[in-house]
């Protein structure tokens, strides 16, 4: 979670998109994945992104997600699971999380992306050592999809650990 940057904003300014993930999803999340029996750490971006991928890679993570809500223009809706596009584990990865996501939420699915080495937010996925995704929860900018967000943040929270674990026993 960067500190610097609150990322998107609701259409009323008053959600913001690190601040949702930190505080409603994460918790959640490790509390999840943690009773699955999983050992969860949380890498904060403290100053420039490019020190990212060293900080977590010195964990030496058996995967990777990055928390996030899309914003485009108030109407567009749904989720995404990006990864990077020469990655096997990864694309697999962004399945097993996209499809749990997707039924727990009951937003639009707009499918898993590969991500190439121009695109945003490439270089976490392409730096990180372990399997990496991004998942776009849904678009904060649309009041229904963050109503949605709101009301189902504990069974997202689940789906995504359910996931994470699938993952980690086809991998690990």
Not at 10 to 30: A, C, I, M, Q, V
Not at 143 to 148: E, G, I, P, R, V
């Amino acid at each position: 979670f960067p500190s610097h940057d609150t990322g998107a904003l609701s259409s009323d300014g008053k959600t913001k998109e690190h601040e949702w993930n930190r505080d409603f999803l994460y918790p959640l999340l490790e509390k999840e994945l943690q009773n699955l029996g999983h050992q969860v750490v949380k890498v904060i971006q403290k100053t420039h992104f490019g020190e990212l991928p060293n900080m977590i890679n010195a964990h030496i993570p058996d995967a990777i997600i990055s928390l996030h809500l899309n914003a485009f223009n108030g109407s567009a809706t749904g989720t995404e699971t990006l990864y990077y596009e020469t990655s096997r584990k990864s694309k697999r990865y962004a399945q097993l999380v996209q499809e749990r996501a997707v039924k727990a939420l009951k937003l639009a699915n707009r499918g898993i992306k590969p991500l190439s080495q121009g695109d945003r937010g490439n270089a976490l996925c392409r730096l990180t050592n372990a399997p990496c995704v991004i998942l776009e929860s849904g678009f904060i900018d649309n009041d229904k999809d963050l109503a949605t967000l709101n009301k189902k943040v504990a069974k997202l929270a689940k789906a995504v650990a359910d996931g994470i674990n699938e993952f980690l026993k086809e991998t690990c």
